[in-house]
């Protein structure tokens, strides 16, 4: 997984947000079949994917996938896991800063 977003953002880095974004999508869909859909390391793929979405402005997708992984580490974490603050504070500082955009 590591090895994932150091790609993914060797790619943001760069520039290319496209490929960012299809290693991103491609990883988190593979997680999904092994893990299911439900798991918290399927959630942590599609971090990664949000972030890349992040980094490439598609702020509304971003937003989802965020959510979506907050939702699924919250059921399988607790409230009170590292994981899930985590998750949480990307979500916000993304909110807060997605309406300089607007």
């Not at 893990?35 to 979405?53: K, L, N, Q, S, W």
Request: charged content about 30%; aromatic content about 10%; hydrophobic content about 40%.
């Amino acid at each position: 997984m590591e090895e994932i977003r150091r790609q993914v953002g060797e790619f943001c880095r760069r520039g290319d947000f496209t490929g960012a974004i299809k290693l991103a999508m491609k990883s988190w869909k593979s997680a999904e079949l092994e893990y299911g859909r439900e798991h918290p390391v399927t959630a942590e793929y599609m971090i990664i994917f949000a972030d890349a979405a992040k980094y490439a402005q598609k702020f509304h997708l971003a937003e989802a996938f965020y959510t979506r992984a907050l939702a699924i580490k919250q059921k399988a974490l607790g409230i009170s896991h590292p994981d899930v603050e985590r998750c949480r504070i990307s979500l916000t500082d993304l909110v807060r800063n997605a309406h300089e955009y607007d």
